[in-house]
């Protein structure tokens, strides 16, 4: 039996921590991003809030770049010429709105061992508030569900994909959890429980005043980076790295990857801190990637 | 290729050549074709049997697989397996009458149907583990079948080489007790109380003349499933009965509850609560009707993730009723179509997915168009599109709950809806009790 993929449900946060990709090999063989909690994902279902749409392709070929926001983070969205039934919904919508995506999983590797994972939308559709609180009380539900798969792999010596059917959990979470062992080693099961517990309260008024409040820091950074932040000197490498981008930027189709990565050096940062930065700049949407390999001042 | 890896393919073309060649010389045999030549591994082995004066076809040229991998082409394979049931058959073939074996095999993750062309040569024993080498499957009504052929050897093993989870087990400590939701293909002497739901008689012509079968719908609390009674049990809709020596077989993945004339049936004083309550549909998850294959009138839940081509405005031919695409239908030639308003839905709960199909009337339902006034907008449109685009405008990324029967083929799950419905379920209760109890545990 040909069985379809299926599309899951899953938050920005766990997504974009992902650096594990499966490539299909023959044919027609699918690719798989694995999560650290061990989803392993070829399809996705989203809904959250578009907060920004570009067009930055052309004519015969457009390319729409959106960001859609979930209560922990971003999903980074792309439509082009060959996703023709998503990108003419795109087209038309105005944001901010709630958006409903099936999408497949894209990953971008600028060198070895770095991966950004993305989305390619199959089907896009305007939603509202209560379809978007639905879509985040099932994630919370299938987040769980991953979290108490990886914590019984943690207890095992060594995980295997039976043991833990065994105990319940579902053939295809069990082979994505003993891969998301594997590479991801230690996953820090608090974090994600501590999402998930956000993401309930968001759902809950009672609690809504306490999240706004917390919201802006939240959503800028991730909670390790939070540790060692020094806010000022980052604030500065930032407008450092824009500088440098508009002046590297000399056609107007962004600046190379490459001669940033030459340039910065002069500044006194590494290639994995200039990383830092423009992921930073890309969550603030400072920056954007026109096309692989290149970055442009919004 | 390494020596070592060589190891193991040099001492099964030895036993194949049984066992009367020096192992050397057929490593340097197998060596040369590999390494030299450059053939593959397959056709080198095949080679070195030759030469060396065996039979190439004796040599294992299948490879271990699961029967749930099981996909109907594969022209070698070999499996480990329990045999559950075995039955003997006669056959003409060439003139000449021989025995052939029958039956259903499984390993851990699932059965299969068998047959054995050669009951002399494959004697195997029910609730008997067996190493098959060198089987063969074909496809037979969309479920993949085992074939034991000469070619086929059969190694019998330790009865504890193999576990079936217990549902599956041949039933040695007699009958099955089950439940309506349990029920799955292979299972025989099951015992079941139910009720009967709905029971119709009807005359079958067999090869030994007419026959009546009674079937019908029972239910029990888990769910309803059809069955067929082979002997006038006289049974009545609204009879609650416990029938002993009951087996299941499945039509298009739905398991159906077959019992004949040796199989015990009672009236029983069990109580089915109301009518009404048993009749409602049960809630399924999708995963589980996956694994299952199918099920009778049950109730699904997820999130409406694509609308098939084919979705919207179509139209029939008039004598058969199948699409007709560019005024042509497949078996009559051009025709007048018949306008018609149907949905193909996929719906996905996250763990699985299904292809719902809603008719005429539910999509008018759910879309609020009828029939003529897509008409109207497609021919204003001049585009039969439009309607489509309404009813993917209206459904895509929607929750959804439909009922229906849930049958399965290579293309999957597919539910023939019955009632359907798009709504959200309410978030927050569910998100306080979710929060209470993580917070419980932190």
């Known amino acids: ?298 | 290729m390494e020596k070592q890896e060589l190891a193991p393919h040099v001492s099964e073309i030895a036993r194949v050549l049984g066992n009367k060649i020096d192992e050397k010389d057929i490593e340097k045999e197998l060596d040369t074709y590999l390494n030299l030549y450059r053939v593959s591994l397959e056709t080198a082995k095949r080679s070195v049997v030759r030469k060396l004066g065996g039979d190439p076809n004796a040599l294992t040229m299948g490879v271990r697989k699961l029967i749930a991998e099981l996909s109907g082409t594969e022209m070698s394979v070999d499996l480990l397996v329990k045999v559950l049931t075995v039955n003997h058959k006669d056959i003409e073939q060439n003139g000449e009458t021989k025995q052939i074996l029958y039956g259903l095999m499984a390993d851990e993750g699932g059965s299969i149907a068998y047959t054995a062309w050669d009951a002399e040569r494959f004697q195997l024993e029910r609730g008997k583990v067996y190493l098959i080498r060198n089987a063969y499957t074909k496809e037979w009504n969309s479920q993949p079948q085992l074939n034991l052929s000469t070619r086929a050897t059969i190694e019998p093993q330790p009865d504890d080489s193999m576990k079936l989870p217990e549902r599956m087990d041949v039933p040695s400590y007699g009958p099955t007790n089950a439940t309506v939701v349990e029920l799955k293909e292979g299972m025989n002497n099951v015992t079941i109380t139910a009720k009967v739901i709905s029971v119709e008689g009807r005359k079958l012509e067999t090869p030994n003349g007419p026959k009546q079968v009674f079937s019908g719908i029972m239910a029990d609390a888990t769910g309803k499933v059809q069955f067929s009674a082979w002997h006038d049990f006289g049974l009545k809709s609204g009879d609650a009965i416990v029938i002993r020596g009951a087996y299941v077989r499945t039509w298009r993945g739905i398991p159906q509850l077959n019992f004949g004339e040796r199989a015990g049936v009672e009236r029983t004083k069990t109580s089915f609560g109301s009518d009404q309550e048993l009749s409602k549909p049960k809630l399924r998850s999708i995963g589980e009707l996956e694994s299952i294959g199918g099920a009778v009138d049950v109730l699904v839940r997820g999130v409406v993730v694509d609308i098939k081509k084919g979705s919207g405005l179509i139209f029939r031919c008039p004598q058969c009723k199948r699409l007709v695409q560019k005024g042509l239908c497949r078996i009559h030639g051009k025709v007048d179509g018949q306008p018609d308003l149907r949905i193909k839905a996929v719906v996905d709960d996250g763990m699985a997915a299904l292809t719902a199909v809603l008719n005429k009337d539910i999509t008018e339902m759910l879309v609020g168009i009828t029939l003529a006034e897509s008409l109207r907008e497609a021919k204003e449109a001049m585009n039969p599109e439009v309607v489509e685009e309404k009813i993917k405008d209206r459904m895509l990324g929607k929750p959804i709950e439909v009922r229906g029967n849930v049958t399965s083929d290579e293309y999957g799950l597919m539910m023939i809806v019955t009632e359907a419905e798009l709504k959200v379920p309410e978030v927050r209760s569910e998100a306080a009790s979710l929060l209470s109890e993580l917070e419980g545990t932190q």
């Open chain 1, 1 to 298: 039996m040909i069985s379809r993929e299926v599309a899951w449900r899953v938050f920005a946060g766990e997504y974009n921590s992902s650096n594990l990709e499966i490539k299909g090999e023959g044919e027609r063989a699918p690719s798989y991003i694995v999560t650290p909690l061990g989803a392993m994902i070829n399809r996705v279902f989203l809904v959250g809030v578009l907060t920004d749409l570009d067009n930055i392709g052309a004519g015969e070929e457009p390319l729409w770049r959106a960001r859609l926001s979930d209560p922990t983070g971003t999903f980074y969205v792309s439509s082009g010429q060959y996703q023709p039934e998503a990108t003419a919904t795109l087209s038309k919508i105005e944001p901010p709105a709630f958006i409903a995506v099936v999408g497949k999983t894209r990953t971008y590797s600028p060198e070895e061992g770095t991966v950004y994972v993305s989305i390619r939308p199959e089907k896009v559709t305007i939603v509202d508030a209560g379809i978007r609180d639905y879509w985040v009380l099932e994630t919370c539900r299938s987040t769980l569900k991953r979290i108490a798969a990886m914590a019984d792999a943690k207890d095992m010596a060594v995980p295997t994909v039976d043991e833990l059917v065994k105990l319940g959990h579902t053939r295809v979470l069990a082979e994505g959890v003993v891969k998301a062992c594997e590479h991801y080693k230690d996953v820090d099961l608090g974090r994600y429980r501590a999402m998930v517990v956000d993401a309930l309260r968001y759902l809950l008024p009672e609690y809504r005043r306490d999240q706004e409040a917390e919201m802006p820091r939240e959503m800028a950074t991730n909670p390790e980076e939070l540790e060692e932040e020094e806010e000022a000197k980052e604030v500065d490498r930032e407008e450092q790295v824009l500088a440098l981008i508009a002046v590297l930027d000399k056609n107007g189709k962004g600046a190379p990857w490459d001669q940033i990565v030459d340039e910065v050096k002069r500044l006194g940062l590494d290639k994995t801190a200039l990383e830092e930065v423009t992921n930073s700049l890309l969550d603030k949407g400072m920056i954007y990637e026109p096309v692989l390999g290149r970055m442009k001042r919004i």
